[in-house]
């Protein structure tokens, strides 16, 4: 992982995370499905079925890597009529394409190389602005739901899917073990890049999460906010609303 800078203590710089992704693009899905048990494919489902409820949703995902989520939100929820993600890492990118024309949605759903601190649109147009397993890689999180919040029509939806901790002392002991030492021993095998799982457990640990998470929201202007942890708490759904006036 020479290419990318480190910051003091040896951790990777959430700047250049993005390289990191390009790296094992090609391992992504596989991993993310092994070291998730699947989960993350229910966990998708979820955030399909807590978009606002109009017709027509035009629907940004953000650091949308293999388009994922936005296959998720086209399946699962009807209204869905538009679909754009945004990722720095080109190469998941091009794996996400691969996966939109497979399924005969570049009609629908397009991809776009960009930062989610600073969204090539210059007026509000997305009823719905989603992410997962993302915020906690940006340099500034409070910029990227700014943001967000800016380019939502009145009325429109945040939704961030990001991992968390339970409350409960025993499985959150047993969370952390998990993340410190399973994930990186399994990530660093399948794809000969250690580093990258091990910044996963960095990330998580040092992420605001639950209430710590809502003041975020809150402070970029989104109302109605609401947590709902999944799994006891290992990952949680948070969701915000422009208000409509």
């Known amino acids: 992982m020479s290419f990318l800078s480190k910051q003091p203590g040896g951790s990777v710089a959430k700047a250049d995370s993005w390289k990191m992704f390009n790296a094992i693009s090609a391992r992504y899905d596989l991993l993310n499905h092994l070291l998730s048990f699947g989960l993350h494919i229910r966990w998708r489902k979820h955030l399909a079925i807590a978009l606002p409820p109009r017709p027509g949703l035009r629907v940004l995902d953000l650091a949308t890597g293999t388009a994922d989520v936005l296959l998720a939100l086209s399946r699962h929820n009807p209204r869905v009529r538009r679909g754009v993600g945004l ?108 580093q990258a799982y091990k910044y996963l457990n960095e990330t998580i640990e040092a992420f605001p999460y639950g209430g710590a998470f809502l003041s975020l929201l809150g402070k970029a202007g989104f109302v109605s906010l609401q947590a709902r942890p999944l799994l006891l708490g290992v990952a949680t759904i948070y969701q915000g609303d422009r208000p409509a006036s």
């Open 87 to 194: 990722d720095l890492a080109e190469n998941m990118l091009a794996v996400g394409r691969q996966k939109i024309q497979k399924q005969g949605l570049t009609d629908r759903l397009e991809l776009r190389r960009a930062d989610a601190m600073d969204l090539p649109f210059k007026d509000p147009c997305f009823d719905a602005v989603t992410m997962a397993f993302g915020i906690r890689n940006v340099p500034s999180p409070q910029k990227v739901l700014s943001e967000a919040f800016r380019v939502l029509r009145p009325g429109g939806r945040i939704l961030v899917l990001e991992f968390s901790f339970p409350e409960n002392a025993f499985w959150k002991q047993l969370d952390l073990f998990y993340l410190r030492t399973v994930v990186p021993l399994i990530g660093g095998l399948l794809t000969g890049h250690y």
